[in-house]
């Protein structure tokens, strides 16, 4: 089982940026995908970035030139710079872990961008 917490959320100005971060923990693949996921008020779940165990990075067009994922396998973390932020982008931000041999969510964090 691996353990996925989630840290860095908060209140931002529209324009502004936000660094999120994922920690996993527990039996952790070194080629498992890594993921940051986003569901908005009102919207479906909608996969923001991604980074698989050999360093692929894929990003919704959403996101694309604005959102930076980076993934530490040493550290076993995943972290999501978000710059140029909009109110569309105001959801809770979900980790996810996926490997052959199982997979997890964290709990969540609010990103919420005012106007």
């Known amino acids: 089982q691996v353990v996925l917490v989630e840290s860095g959320g908060g209140l931002v100005q529209f324009g502004g940026s936000l660094r999120l971060s994922c920690t996993a923990s527990?039996?952790?693949?070194?080629?498992?995908?890594l993921a940051w996921y986003r569901q908005g008020p009102g919207k479906q779940l909608e996969l923001v970035a991604s980074v698989t165990g050999s360093g692929t990075r894929n990003y919704a067009d959403s996101v694309k030139g604005r959102f930076t994922v980076t993934r530490d396998s040493a550290k076993n973390s995943l972290s999501l710079q978000m710059s140029s932020l909009k109110p569309e982008d105001t959801a809770v931000y979900s980790c996810r872990y996926i490997s052959s041999r199982s997979s997890s969510w964290g709990r969540g964090t609010q990103v919420t961008v005012s106007s």
């Open positions: 527990g039996a952790v693949d070194s080629d498992a995908t």
